[in-house]
C-alpha cells in the first residue's frame, strides 16, 4: 500500500495517508511510505529468502536517479514462533521509507519480488500541477 508515512511496532503496521494512487508534485521531489504484510508458507520459514522492490516507470524501464536504480534489494528470514501449528503461514509486516525522489510526471509501477517471484504491485501517477 502507498501511504504518507508508515511504521511497523511491535508487529503491528500504523499507516498514515494510506491507499491513494496519485501523488500531486508541489516540490521537486516526491517523499512516500510504502507498507504491507508479506505471508511466509511453513516450508520458506527459517531459512534466507531475497527480497526486491523495484520502481519502473510506466514504460516498465527501470527508474533510475543520479545514475542508480531505485531499488531496495534485502535478505530475510523469519522464525517459526513456539507453539504455531504446523502448516501455518507466518506473517511479516514491512515498511520502506522513501524521502525527496525526483520523479517526473507520469506513471509509476513498485514491483516486489520474493526468490524472484513477483509478489505484489503499486501503482501510482505523479501529477504536477
Not at 500531486?24 to 511453513?42: C, R, T, Y
Not at 529468502?49 to 536517479?65: C, M, S, Y
Not at 507520469?106 to 509478489?119: E, I, K, L, P, Q
Request: glycine share 10%; with cysteine.
Amino acid at each position: 500500500m502507498l501511504c504518507d508515512f508508515a511504521e511497523e511496532v511491535n508487529g503491528k503496521l500504523y499507516v498514515m495517508g494510506g491507499g491513494w494512487t496519485r501523488a500531486l508534485k508541489q516540490f521537486d521531489s516526491v517523499s512516500f511510505s510504502i507498507a504491507g504484510k508479506l505471508f511466509i508458507p511453513w516450508n520458506d520459514t527459517n531459512r534466507r529468502l531475497a527480497t526486491q522492490l523495484a520502481l519502473f516507470d510506466g514504460d516498465g524501464t527501470p527508474v533510475e536517479v543520479n545514475g542508480e536504480r531505485v531499488v531496495v534489494d534485502a535478505d530475510l528470514e523469519v522464525g517459526r514462533p513456539a507453539g504455531v501449528l504446523q502448516g501455518t503461514e507466518i506473517d511479516i509486516p514491512l515498511t520502506f521509507r522513501f524521502n525527496n525522489v525526483p520523479l517526473s510526471a507520469g506513471r509509476y509501477r513498485w514491483d516486489f519480488r520474493v526468490a524472484d517471484t513477483h509478489v505484489a504491485e503499486a501503482i501510482f501517477d505523479v501529477i504536477v500541477p
